[in-house]
Nanobody, 121 residues
Framework: QVQLVESGGGLVQTGDSLRLSCVVSGRTFSEYAMGWFRQASGKGRELVAA???????FDTSSAKGRFAVSRDNAKNTMYLQMNSLRPVDTATYYC???????????????WGQGTQVTVSS
């Protein structure tokens, strides 16, 4: 059974940076695409960025230009580098495994427990 564990969240100020990590165990990490999602209080979960098995990335409008997703298959780890953080980025951030090896907005079948990011103004 696959397990995903996020880390790296915290309380920061507007304009600061954070790097989130997601360590995956239990399955062959290099065989499937991965994604970062976030959920703000009272809102639905939204895709932030995704990465295919060979490093092709997809960024949504909320991330473009400020966030960068990457993966290290040798370390079974995915990252989300977040720069120029804003209060609207405050949310719980989740990593997720996709069923297939290509990036997409749906068909994620395993999730981490989430890590909280809070950006103060």
């Amino acid at each position: 059974q696959v397990q995903l564990v996020e880390s790296g969240g915290g309380l920061v100020q507007t304009g600061d940076s954070l790097r989130l990590s997601c360590v995956v165990s239990g399955r062959t990490f290099s065989e499937y695409a991965m994604g970062w999602f976030r959920q703000a209080s009272g809102k639905g979960r939204e895709l932030v960025a995704a990465v295919s098995v060979d490093g092709i990335t997809f960024d949504t409008s909320s991330a473009k230009g400020r966030f960068a997703v990457s993966r290290d298959n040798a370390k079974n780890t995915m990252y989300l580098q977040m720069n120029s953080l804003r209060p609207v980025d405050t949310a719980t951030y989740y990593c997720a495994k996709r069923r297939v090896n290509w990036i997409g907005t749906h068909d994620y079948d395993a999730w981490g427990q989430g890590t909280q990011v809070t950006v103060s103004s």
